[in-house]
T-cell receptor
Framework: SAVISQKPSRDICQRGTSLTIQCQVDSQVTMMFWYRQQPGQSLTLIATANQGSEATYESGFVIDKFPISRPNLTFSTLTVSNMSPEDSSIYLC??????????FGPGTRLLVL | GENVEQHPSTLSVQEGDSAVIKCTYSDSASNYFPWYKQELGKRPQLIIDIRSNVGEKKDQRIAVTLNKTAKHFSLHITETQPEDSAVYFCAASMGYSTLTFGKGTMLLVSP
């Protein structure tokens, strides 16, 4: 399976600021996704990161709040903009190498004060 | 869109017992059903998956069964061990569509 890394692994941020999370994969992958997981909850898809085009956002998530880049087949970034305490969560990068099998990165723990 | 229901939300068993977690899905077109295990503070890890062209798949102490007619699938863990304690998530998708996850089951295996 692909080796996925994320940076930073955790951060504490002040409200109103922005944080960019990086996801790096050791091999080219067909699809990359960004998820949010709040404590004790399931995995919520934020968006699909499309290489060379705008990300596809799920209902309730917008580009102005969560801009995403995917410049190539091994790298993506998610920015959490104008943060509030409600954005405190774990953000997970996820990738697919073939049609279906999907793997997750280690996650970024974000606390907004 | 797809909806996945997962039961139970918590499950406590004694070491050595079997554990069964059940999921139902709504979209009959779904054809891929993975299971993930998430230990505390760790990433979700894919432990087993099944495609709609088979009814059962086993991997050592873990098995998954699929009933397409009833639109439900189950995870079976035999001879449970304390290290099986974790949150388990089922999911469903069709082809290249995104995964829809269940709400998770917290499994506690007591020594």
């Amino acid at each position: 399976s692909a080796v996925i890394s994320q940076k930073p692994s955790r951060d504490i941020c002040q409200r109103g600021t922005s944080l960019t999370i990086q996801c790096q994969v050791d091999s080219q992958v067909t699809m990359m996704f960004w998820y949010r997981q709040q404590p004790g909850q399931s995995l919520t898809l934020i968006a699909t990161a499309n290489q060379g085009s705008e990300a596809t956002y799920e209902s309730g998530f917008v580009i102005d709040k969560f801009p995403i880049s995917r410049p190539n087949l091994t790298f993506s970034t998610l920015t959490v903009s104008n943060m509030s305490p409600e954005d405190s969560s774990i953000y997970l990068c996820s990738v697919r190498q073939n049609q279906e099998t999907q793997y997750f990165g280690p996650g970024t723990r974000l606390l907004v004060l | 869109g797809e909806n996945v229901e997962q039961h139970p939300s918590t499950l406590s068993v004694q070491e050595g017992d079997s554990a069964v977690i059940k999921c139902t899905y709504s979209d009959s077109a779904s054809n891929y059903f993975p299971w993930y295990k998430q230990e505390l503070g760790k990433r979700p890890q894919l432990i087993i998956d099944i495609r709609s062209n088979v009814g059962e798949k086993k991997d050592q102490r873990i098995a998954v069964t699929l009933n397409k007619t009833a639109k439900h699938f189950s995870l079976h863990i035999t001879e449970t061990q304390p290290e099986d304690s974790a949150v388990y998530f089922c999911a469903a998708s069709m082809g290249y569509s995104t995964l829809t996850f269940g709400k998770g089951t917290m499994l506690l295996v007591s020594p």
